[in-house]
């Protein structure tokens, strides 16, 4: 079974955030693929089915980004997860807003999801499909910690929306594509 997992914060408040991309795709791909969010498992709602003949769970951590390691720890262990066969999709600042791509590992970048993760696995060798939400205006190089965390706390303007909202199919082309070619295959098709 393939475990893919979006980051994001939970409730209403944060849904239209930057830093909810994960929620958002993993949501587009849910919706196409006729998979519900209907059960809680590990400080997460999850949702299990069949992708293009693979088996899959979805599942959108509830713990707040910061401590997204505690559910995927939780749900790799409980369901004997391999590290090989997990996809995280979330934020990315570097890349600009509509862009997407798929990494085999690697470090955080700073993104403090991703840091839960690798330290609550122990290991930073899992598939990441990274979504651009662009830079705030004053460049990140020039953003203090707490400008960075406002802009991606912050909500999508009306055209950030139109391009994410475009940007949620092409991600879950991507998946699909992981899921029935393998990595190189995608990363040669969307990186």
Do not use: W
């Not at 690798?118 to 400008?147: H, K, M, N, Q």
């Not at 950030?160 to 909202?165: A, D, L, N, R, S």
């Amino acid at each position: 079974m393939k475990l893919i997992v979006g980051l994001g914060n939970p409730g209403s408040g944060h849904a239209n955030n930057r830093h909810n991309v994960g929620f958002i795709c993993l949501a587009h791909l849910a919706r196409t693929q006729g998979i519900r969010f209907d059960r809680k498992e590990a400080k997460a709602r999850v949702g299990r089915g069949e992708i293009a003949g693979v088996e899959v769970m979805l599942a959108k951590p509830q713990t707040y980004m910061n401590l997204s390691g505690q559910s995927v720890g939780r749900l790799v262990g409980k369901f004997h997860i391999s590290l090989s066969d997990l996809i995280v999709v979330h934020d990315d600042l570097d890349l600009p807003p509509g862009k997407i791509r798929i990494r085999p590992n690697g470090g955080s970048g700073g993104h403090k999801g991703i840091e839960s993760i690798v330290s609550c696995l122990g290991s930073r060798d899992f598939l990441r499909l990274r979504v651009g939400i662009g830079r705030p205006a004053t460049g990140i190089d020039d953003a203090s910690e707490a400008d960075i965390m406002s802009y991606v706390l912050g909500d999508f303007t009306a055209g950030e929306k139109q391009v994410i909202f475009t940007t949620a199919p092409l991600a879950t082309e991507a998946i699909i594509c992981l899921l029935t070619e393998g990595l190189a295959a995608a990363m040669n098709k969307y990186n």
